[in-house]
């Protein structure tokens, strides 16, 4: 078949575009190139198109769109569409792209091969369906003569009946093997549908947990008599319940940031060595706690890498994590830090441990989304089960690779981390701990805007009584515009959502009298997206500080501003 077909080509990047020019140049079709959707959908108007190469992310119209404009255009709705993207798809998104027309993806980098492939088979068919319809169109002009020839015409007729038969056959194989595609899919949400099911009853069930220790405590400061040997262990174990409480919340946060493509990192050179020894000295106390053995084997080159701190950490800490609980009391951890055999500019990071193992069938899948390795040991453990999902996602934005290795359930497993090292030897920045003392810290006179007012008082007596500040609250933001009149505070501690009008309104009001202008606003909020973060330093506020607020860092923050504010404010 000699016809040569048209293929669009969609994307917002030349370079791209040349790309699939060379990839695709050797098929000997004619290659159409457009760089928008909008450019894609007027050159649909001009000539009709075998297949569409579509770029997923590109400015204005994305790739869905685009797609929903094609499909709901007739000379178009039936033109296959491969989807390119660069970024992890959901099953969410792969499904609207299959109901937006897509017959497959590819992922960049591109593969030659298997987009040539994708392509050929594509045009194959479109050139196949076209030397259909014309065959049809044959048989309705032999149709039409059989009419003055019958007897003449009965054996042409015949075979032309036993082609259409024959074509007829492979287009019921293409809709066979179209329903078993769906089946399939539809199989894939069904499982999804369960696993998100059984996460949300998990989730109950680990919120559950702190929320009875958190209330049974508060029972008991409620007796009539309460020791002070009570009273501690009551606030140690709110501390703790809190503090897991917030864990939680901020993992459920880190799983909407990363599949929404939401988190930023903040890199910067590191030692890998260091951030390990960090992660082990965080998991230490459960580590000991189920009496396992720990063995620990690092390179002897510093390995250096660009990467965030804390989501690095938060990769290790997660990895040790699981190990420690889903190795059964005195079991065995192994870490080792190595550089690659295969290739120089990475390390290898390895966790391993001798516990409930991974199934066969479960090594790719265990960093799906709600996924459960072991569900029989899901309300044995603690945790929501997406630790995981966590870590691959952290370690592919930092360029690298995690990989499962186990020989079966109850054998252990090994999780193996992959990262770009640097280069060019970085030397260690010089720090201090950040943190200052109370008894350091000028007295200072200090207003509370919170509408909530158990966390308004709570802070007030912290500040009062281990900061020797002057603290007044108020519990809307008119009131607390009213009360910075009259007690002229050198710091304001301001709530976001408050009753009447919100935080950034407060604020606005503040800013726009000149004995407040260079009054330092610190928020305090529930809210800790990225957009509301900008929005505060849009609107004035000097630092974010995310509830549960820990202490410690709210009087690292007042220590900061100490060097910004006149001495002759300070409270004596």
């Given at each position: ?5 048209n ?8 370079a ?23 450019e ?6 001009e000539?009709?198109v ?5 770029d ?16 709901g ?12 993207t660069g ?9 609207r ?5 897509a017959v497959?993806?590819?992922?960049v ?16 068919l ?6 259909l ?9 032999a ?11 009965k ?10 038969n ?5 287009a ?6 179209e ?6 899919v ?5 499982g ?8 949300l ?7 559950r ?15 009539d ?5 009570r009273?501690?262990?009551v ?15 901020d993992d459920l ?12 990192l ?10 390990l020894k ?6 230490r ?14 390179a002897?080159?510093?390995?250096q ?38 290739q ?5 990071v390895r966790?391993?441990?001798?516990g ?11 960093f ?6 072991h ?12 630790g995981?999902?966590?870590v ?5 934005l930092?360029?690298?690779?995690v990989?499962a290795v ?22 260690k ?10 008894a ?20 007030a ?18 009131a ?7 007690f002229?505070?050198?710091?304001v ?25 260079g009054?330092p ?23 974010y ?7 410690e860092?709210l ?7 100490d ?10």
């Amino acid at each position: 078949m000699n016809e040569r077909a048209n293929i669009l080509l969609v994307d917002d990047t030349p370079a791209r575009l040349l790309t699939y020019e060379a990839i695709l140049g050797s098929l000997g079709h004619n290659l159409i190139r457009a760089r928008s959707g909008d450019e894609a959908l007027a050159r649909l108007l001009e000539t009709e198109v075998a297949t569409i190469l579509l770029d997923v992310s590109m400015p204005g119209l994305d790739g869905f769109e685009t797609a929903a404009l094609i499909r709901g255009h007739p000379r178009s709705a039936q033109t296959p569409i491969i989807f390119v993207t660069g970024v992890h798809l959901t099953d969410v998104d792969r499904l609207r792209g299959y109901e937006m027309g897509a017959v497959d993806y590819v992922s960049v980098p591109v593969i030659p091969e298997i987009l040539r492939g994708k392509v050929h088979v594509l045009v194959q068919l479109y050139l196949q369906r076209r030397e259909l319809s014309r065959l049809n169109d044959a048989l309705t002009q032999a149709n039409a003569e059989l009419a003055d020839a019958h007897r003449a015409l009965k054996a042409e007729n015949m075979r032309e009946l036993q082609v259409l038969n024959h074509t007829l056959e492979r287009a019921n194989e293409q809709l066979t093997a179209e329903i078993a595609e769906r089946t399939r899919v539809e199989a894939q949400l069904q499982g999804a549908a369960k696993r998100k099911d059984e996460f949300l009853a998990i989730l109950a069930h680990e919120l559950r947990n702190p929320l009875s220790a958190i209330h049974n405590g508060v029972q008991l400061l409620h007796a009539d008599e309460v020791s002070a040997e009570r009273v501690a262990w009551v606030r140690d174990l709110l501390s703790r319940q809190v503090k897991h409480l917030t864990r939680l919340i901020d993992d459920l946060l880190d799983v909407r940031r990363i599949t929404s493509g939401n988190v930023q990192l903040k890199r910067e050179p590191l030692e890998l060595e260091t951030v390990l020894k960090q992660s082990l000295e965080a998991v230490r106390p459960l580590i000991d706690s189920r009496r396992h053995s720990l063995r620990m084997s690092m390179a002897g080159d510093a390995l250096q890498v660009e990467a965030d701190p804390v989501r690095l950490t938060q990769i290790f800490i997660n990895l040790l994590t699981n190990a420690a609980k889903y190795t059964p009391e005195g079991g065995s951890i192994e870490v080792a830090l190595e550089p690659d055999s295969g290739q120089a500019a990475w390390a290898v990071v390895r966790v391993r441990d001798s516990g409930a193992g991974i199934a066969p069938d479960m090594l790719e899948r265990v960093f799906e989304l709600f996924a459960q390795v072991h569900p029989a040991d899901a309300r044995t453990h603690s945790g929501l089960g997406i630790g995981l999902s966590l870590v691959r996602a952290l370690v592919e934005l930092h360029g690298g690779t995690v990989h499962a290795v186990s020989d079966g359930l109850g054998r252990g497993s090994e999780f193996v981390v992959r990262l770009p090292v640097l280069s060019i030897p970085r030397e260690k920045a010089l720090s201090g701990n950040g943190t200052m003392a109370f008894a350091s810290l000028l007295p200072r006179k200090l207003l509370i805007i919170d509408d909530n007012v158990d966390t308004a008082l709570g802070l007030a007596v912290y500040l009062r009584e281990t900061g020797r500040h002057v603290v007044q609250l108020a519990q809307t933001g008119r009131a607390g515009i009213a009360l910075a009149r009259e007690f002229q505070p050198e710091v304001v501690l301001l709530d976001i959502g408050l009753p009447d009008i919100d935080g950034y309104e407060v604020a606005r009001q503040l800013r726009s009298d000149e004995r407040f202008r260079g009054v330092p606003l610190i928020a305090i909020t529930g809210f800790g997206g990225d957009a509301d973060r900008a929005r505060a330093a849009s609107a004035g506020f000097r630092n974010y500080l995310v509830k549960p607020v820990p202490y410690e860092l709210l009087t690292d923050v007042l220590a900061g501003l100490d060097g910004t504010l006149e001495p002759q404010r300070a409270v004596h």
